[in-house]
T-cell receptor, first 112, second 117 residues
Framework: SQELEQSPQSLIVQEGKNLTINCTSS?????LYWYKQKYGEGLIFLMM?????EEKSHEKITAKLDEKKQQSSLHITASQPSHAGIYLC????????????FGQGTRLTINP | NAGVTQTPKFQVLKTGQSMTLQCAQD?????MSWYRQDPGMGLRLIHY???????DQGEVPNGYNVSRSTTEDFPLRLLSAAPSQTSVYFC????????????????FGSGTQLSVL
């Protein structure tokens, strides 16, 4: 079973629309990471959240970690073709963990 | 800095063949790890290392061996390749031994696409 569940698994949006991707765990998250992967390439770090209620933004992408630290959301405002790719959340689910577990990824397609 | 370098980028093997996927980082990172990525499964941890001479198993270690003789290198060995090992493999490294430190993150290589026929 997947320790981190991402939803949706696939998303197609019109350019200019907003969208949200969710990452949910049944356990407390100690460090939640968002990465983006362009098709056929490696993973690019987007943001890291650690504290409950924390919110970070980079350009048109905002990520939040809920107060209970069991869910994170990634929100893209006014989507652009450059936002297309696979978004993965990763987390340490044990405090002081020496490994990150990842969700199954969300494939985002932006239609012009 | 080159970051995390993986070789080769593509490889085709026959069932039963052996090979080594290479991973090197030039950031003096303590922590290195190998993941495989399969459709609908996300990234799954194969093996990881918190320093030279120290390795440990991840979620899916069967069929893979690793060693860490230097800080820079962390090769992944497939002793007898099987079709189930067809996947994209990513090496990643991090400065710290754990993920307790704010802003610590994994740096990923560009991946190796492996097909086992």
């Amino acid at each position: 079973s997947q320790e981190l569940e991402q939803s949706p698994q696939s998303l197609i949006v019109q350019e200019g629309k907003n969208l949200t991707i969710n990452c949910t765990s049944s356990k407390t998250l100690y460090g939640l990471y968002w990465y983006k992967q362009k098709y056929g390439e490696g993973l690019i770090f987007l943001m890291m959240l650690q504290k409950g209620g924390e919110e970070k933004s980079h350009e048109k992408i905002t990520a939040k970690l809920d107060e209970k630290k069991q869910q994170s959301s990634l929100h893209i405002t006014a989507s652009q073709p450059s936002h297309a790719g696979i978004y993965l959340c990763g987390a340490a689910i044990i405090q002081g963990a020496q490994k990150l577990v990842f969700g199954q990824g969300t494939r985002l397609t932006i239609n012009p | 800095n080159a970051g995390v370098t993986q070789t080769p980028k593509f490889q085709v093997l026959k069932t039963g063949q052996s090979m080594t996927l290479q991973c090197a980082q030039d950031m003096n990172h303590e922590y290195m790890s190998w993941y495989r990525q399969d459709p609908g499964m996300g990234l799954r941890l194969i093996h990881y290392s918190v320093g030279a001479g120290i390795t440990d198993q991840g979620e899916v270690p069967n069929g893979y061996n690793v060693s860490r003789s230097t800080t820079e290198d962390f090769p992944l060995r497939l002793l007898s390749a099987a079709p189930s090992q067809t996947s994209v493999y990513f090496c990643a490294s991090s400065r710290d031994r754990g993920f307790r430190v704010t802003n610590e993150k994994l740096f990923f290589g560009s991946g190796t696409q492996l097909s086992v026929l």
